[in-house]
Structures are given as structure tokens and as C-alpha cells.
């Protein structure tokens, strides 16, 4: 594997790698959107954007929330990958500021028109996505290329919404699930990758005597393939049967992947076997969406939470306090404010699949989600500022 070429910058420490400042903003952006769903959602007040306030709380979950984290994520991936230099200074203040003037733009679109909030707001994943492909074109990485892809289907999920805000199509609701599905097959796949690895790498130091994770192979190919064809018969047809059926066969094949990964072995170490919990809402979130399409017992956002709020929310904090410790040069392990925030988010998608349930305190438990949702991430804002605003720690001579 290439190594990153850490370069000095004369700035702040948090333009030094791009997951400093998307990571940060990201779970702001996180831990507010929610609580102001949640004010409109209770009737108290409403939010001047152009938008179907529902839209808005998918749109801004997915490319607002998601695309920094994904941003986060794949600035550092990529210097991994290919050994280049990683995104500094600058130009990396110049991406956060688009991805933050889309935020205002989506929120504020009533007041300054939906055209031109479109053209703000996509003007970020547009950008982001030349900058991504540069990268991997430049370190002649083609392995990597599905991720060009993936980032190509976020600006056109993104493209959709707008459309229908600007009264030319109705596409919001098609746009947002291409963007949920999206994020769910990077999970997947990138998944894949990272929690048999990291698995395999404690195992052998904390315990050498437990069985290995299992590589990749058949069942891994047939997963993917699965998982990706019930996230575009999900996309297309969401109502119908085949994408029950789908959705059926990818939930057990990831279930059966997830259990060859050995994480019952690694309970001792939070920062590891989160990442299986994550895994296990998407196989979950899958087998409920399947045997709610057959027999229809709970509301069908059920399943979408435990993929979204469950899946995504969980996997994407396992892997922002992963990469701050170990990219700012901390000990990979989790301490009392990391194992609360993994425990909030549980909280969240716990309850947000229980609200439902609740008959007439559907409201409280709601909010009860929303308030753990929001408290995940403010935990990680306060014991993860320090680490991601300040330079990289030298190792210990």
C-alpha cells in the first residue's frame, strides 16, 4: 500500500488532510439537521427552503451529511492509495466552502430561488468529483475507479431533487433513494475491505489464537452482486416484489459475510467490532424491508432507518473516530467518549425503529432518537476537536 505524503502547511492543522475539516462540519451538520426536522416535523415552525421539508430531511442527510463524510473519507483513502499528496491548505478550504455554501443554499432556497440554490449546491459534488478522479487517473490507481462511479451517481441523485425543486420533473423521491442506495453500496464494498482487515490485524495482536477472518471469495462476489442489485430495483421499483426479493437474498448473503469475519472475537476492542454492528444493520435493514414488502406490519420507513439511521449513521462514526486516531498519530483504541458516542448512536436507530411501536408516544420516542442521534455526534464534536485541530502527534521515541 502507498503512504501519504504528509506535507508542512502554513496554516491551521485543520486544512492539513481533508477528514480534519469534513469530518468536523459533517457532524455538525449531523447533530443540527435533525433537531430542525424535528421542530417542522412537530408542526412548531417551518424551514425556508424551496424543498418538501421530508425531501429536505433525506437531501440533507444524505448530500449534506453523507458527502462530508464520504469527502472525509475518500481525501484520505485516496493519498493512501496512491501515494500522492494529500489535499491541503487552500484549495481543501475552498472544497469545505462549497460543500457549506450547498448546506446554506438547500436551507435557505426559498429566499434565494431554487435555481440558484441548485447551482450552489451542486456545484460541490461536481468539484469534488474532478478532484477524485484526478487523483486516481494521476496515481493510475484503477482499482479504485468504482469510487468515480459511486461519486458520478451522488451529483445525479443530488441533480434530481433539484429538478423537481425547480418544477421540471418529479424526481426528489428517486434522487434521494439513488443517494441512500448509493451510500449503502460504498458501505458494502468499502466494508468489505476494511472490517476483515482491521479484524484480522487486532486478532493477530490481542489474539493470536482465534480464527482468522475468512478472505474474500465466492460469497463475497455473490453479496456485492446482490446487495447492488436490490439497491437498483430498490431505486427503480421500490413497491414491487422483485425488489423484495432482492432485498431478501442480499440481507442473508451479507448476514452470512458478516458472520465469517470472526467479530464476536473482538468485543474487548469497541473500535473494531462496531464496525461489524454496522454491517449488521445493512443485512437487517435489508431482511426487514423484504418480509415488510411481503407482509406490510410496519410502516416502510422501519426498514429505511435501520439501513440509514442504523447502517449508515453507525458505520460512518466507527469510521471517523478510526481515521482521527490513527491519522492524527493516537492509539487505536477506543476510549469512555468514543464507546458513548457508538452507544448513542445505537440508542438512535434502536429507537427510531420503536417509534412506530409507540402508539401515542410516537412523538416522545421520536425525539428520544433525534436527541441520541444528535448526542453521538456532538460527543464526537467535543473529545474529537482537539485531535482534528491539532498537528499530528509524533510517535513516542
Excluded: C
Excluded at 442504523?310 to 493516537?330: E, F, W
Excluded at 476510549?335 to 448512536?345: G, H, P
Amino acid at each position: 500500500m502507498a503512504i501519504p505524503r504528509y506535507q508542512p502547511i502554513a496554516g491551521p492543522a485543520v486544512l492539513s488532510a481533508g477528514f480534519r475539516p469534513f469530518f468536523l462540519l459533517g457532524a455538525l451538520w449531523g447533530a443540527t439537521a435533525i433537531p430542525l426536522w424535528l421542530i417542522v416535523y412537530g408542526g412548531s415552525s417551518a424551514l425556508p427552503t424551496a424543498l418538501d421539508p421530508t425531501v429536505w430531511h433525506v437531501h440533507e442527510m444524505v448530500f449534506g451529511y453523507g458527502a462530508a463524510i464520504v469527502a472525509g473519507f475518500l481525501l484520505t483513502a485516496i493519498a493512501n492509495w496512491t501515494g500522492r499528496p494529500l489535499l491541503q491548505g487552500g484549495p481543501l478550504a475552498a472544497l469545505v466552502l462549497l460543500w457549506a455554501i450547498g448546506r446554506a443554499a438547500v436551507l435557505l432556497s426559498a429566499w434565494i430561488g431554487a435555481s440558484g440554490a441548485a447551482l450552489l449546491d451542486l456545484a460541490f459534488p461536481a468539484v469534488f468529483l474532478g478532484v477524485v478522479a484526478r487523483e486516481i487517473l494521476a496515481g493510475r490507481n484503477w482499482r479504485n475507479l468504482p469510487m468515480l462511479v459511486a461519486l458520478t451517481l451522488l451529483l445525479l441523485g443530488n441533480l434530481l431533487v433539484h429538478l423537481e425543486a425547480l418544477g421540471l420533473a418529479a424526481t426528489a423521491a428517486a434522487g434521494n433513494r439513488l443517494g441512500v442506495a448509493t451510500l449503502l453500496m460504498l458501505i458494502s464494498f468499502v466494508g468489505g475491505r476494511i472490517i476483515p482487515s482491521f479484524t484480522r490485524n487486532w486478532l493477530a495482536k490481542i489474539r493470536p489464537d482465534a480464527s482468522e477472518p475468512s478472505p474474500f471469495g465466492v460469497l463475497d462476489r455473490l453479496a456485492l452482486s446482490l446487495t447492488g442489485l436490490a439497491l437498483v430495483l430498490w431505486v427503480a421499483q421500490p413497491d414491487e416484489a422483485p425488489a423484495n426479493w432482492a432485498a431478501f437474498a442480499a440481507g442473508l448473503a451479507l448476514g452470512i459475510r458478516l458472520l465469517r469475519w470472526q467479530g464476536r472475537a473482538t468485543l474487548r476492542e469497541p473500535l473494531v467490532w462496531i464496525l461489524h454492528l454496522g454491517y449488521g444493520w445493512l443485512a437487517l435493514g435489508f431482511l426487514l424491508q423484504a418480509v415488510n414488502g411481503f407482509v406490510p406490519l410496519l410502516p416502510p420507513t422501519t426498514a429505511l432507518h435501520a439501513l440509514t439511521v442504523g447502517g449508515i449513521g453507525t458505520m460512518t462514526l466507527a469510521m471517523m473516530t478510526r481515521v482521527s486516531l490513527g491519522h492524527t498519530g493516537r492509539p487505536l483504541t477506543a476510549d469512555a467518549a468514543t464507546v458513548a458516542i457508538y452507544s448513542a448512536v445505537t440508542l438512535a436507530a434502536l429507537l427510531r425503529l420503536l417509534a412506530p411501536l409507540g402508539g401515542s408516544q410516537y412523538l416522545l420516542l421520536l425525539s428520544l432518537a433525534g436527541a441520541a442521534w444528535s448526542g453521538a455526534f456532538g460527543i464526537f464534536i467535543v473529545f474529537y476537536f482537539r485531535p482534528l485541530t491539532r498537528p499530528r502527534v509524533k510517535p513516542a521515541k
